[in-house]
């Protein structure tokens, strides 16, 4: 960062969420009789847009939306809502929209960046197995394991977890041209509907002698935009799969099921997938259609760019779901009012059956008013849980009706939940190594304990 240059915490310190949301278009809703101020936006017409509407909250810090049940400050509705901002381009990092726009906001000038040009890829020969040669983990053969030491042993990843997923990893040797030879953990990536043909790796090199780290990418001319690493100890195909697991890389997926497979013996059925960076539409769809009934466990991490993958694959979520839906001439309307990528309970609510309002009209009611209590700081927590389980039971009811009004099957409607390791791990295996290091600590501390007792216990001896 260059001298002089305001840092996050300088916009939220000077700025509140009532200036993003003006500028972003929205205007204080003066007839709402809410104990917080409401902004909502209007049409051409100056009439106000239903269902698009934020709470604020925290003394202008944040704000909520109903539907959504979810709070943002300045920075999470930059970057969730880029297209309300003038500086909004195609392809512009939430990050640099984020400053151009605070900056703005306070009157700052921003530097221009200059533009780098890219050169074009070399074509690179498509992926082919038969270009290395490949050491299989065999669990009933010591002597194969031992080479698969050190790619694990710095990641804290043991044996009963290698034997778990031994099917789905090998070591690959590549030779170049040149006479050299290297070798990876390989990972095999397949495409969802056909896992019978290996269209990449996912590899993972040795650690290096000074402790830097280690080589990691995809083996040249990997199929990256649809290929996946697709594992499961018991063997579960995704269209019998009950949970997928989602992260990205194969070592999270492995370190999550250490940390987990013994509180939960289910997880062996469970299918582990691992994008290998940066998940595409191509891979997630590729999943999900073949996934749909499963619940989505999202496991990324819980840096920046795992936050923006865990919002892309909900979005991919809801237009698959939205796609099984027969559009009927009463459904139209309101499946047209729900924005691409968008939930369906996102819709204009005025375009359901009176039923369907009322019943919504309550659960926004609930909502508003555990909000309003959480937020107070005057509200016994037993309150505030009661109130919030109202309010979650009058959203079911609500979601039940919707599901019918659609003829959406319930297990193809959408089933999520966002997993993340424990703070400040950034990703799963940064969390099993943590824990193990905890560990060793202790049992340190508890040897050093007893070494005086024992010594002791040996002065008194004859």
Known sequence: MREGELTYDDFLRRLNIQDVLIDAGYHLNRRDGLRYPSYVRLDSEGRR?????????????????????????????????????????????????VNLVCNR?????????????????????????????????????????KKFYPFFKHRGIDLYTQYAFHRNFCLATKHREDGMKYTN????????????????????GRPRMDGSGSYKGKAEGSNSSQ???????AKTTLTEAKHIYWFESAYD???????????DKDLRKAVFISTGGNPTVEQMRGVLTLSLPAKQHICFDTDLAGIEFAKN????????????????????????SVTDGKN???????????????????YESAWEEAMSMRSSGLCHPDDIREQTDIMNGNYKEFREGLREFLGLDRENDTSFVREQPTYPSKDWNEQLLAEQKQEETVDETQAREQ?????QQTHFRR
């Open 185 to 204: 953990l390989a990972f095999p990536l397949t495409v969802p509907k056909d896992t019978g043909q290996v269209v990449g790796l996912e590899e993972r």
């Open 227 to 233: 290929g996946l690493w697709i594992a499961s100890p």
């Open 451 to 455: 070494s005086p007792e024992e010594e």
């Open 105 to 145: 906001l306070l009157n700052q000038p921003v530097a221009d960046r200059d533009t780098r040009i890219i050169q074009p890829k070399r074509e690179v020969k498509p992926f082919d197995m038969a270009d290395y040669d490949i050491h299989q983990f065999n669990p009933q053969d010591r002597a194969t394991q």
């Open 344 to 362: 369906l309970d996102e819709g204009d609510i005025d375009l359901l059956p009176d039923a369907l309002r009322s019943s919504y009209g309550k």
């Open 313 to 336: 694959l909900q979005q991919e979520m809801y237009r698959v779901v939205r796609s099984t839906i027969e559009e009927t001439p009463e459904r139209k309307p309101y499946l047209d």
């Open 253 to 263: 997926a492995m370190a999550y099921y250490q940390l987990h497979q013994a509180n």
């Open 49 to 97: 847009i239903r269902n698009d509407k934020f709470i604020v909250t925290q003394q202008g810090k944040c704000c909520f939306k109903p539907q959504q049940q979810k709070s943002y400050n300045i920075i999470s509705f930059i970057k969730e809502h880029p297209h309300f901002f003038a500086e909004y381009r195609a392809g512009v990092s939430s990050d640099r929209l």
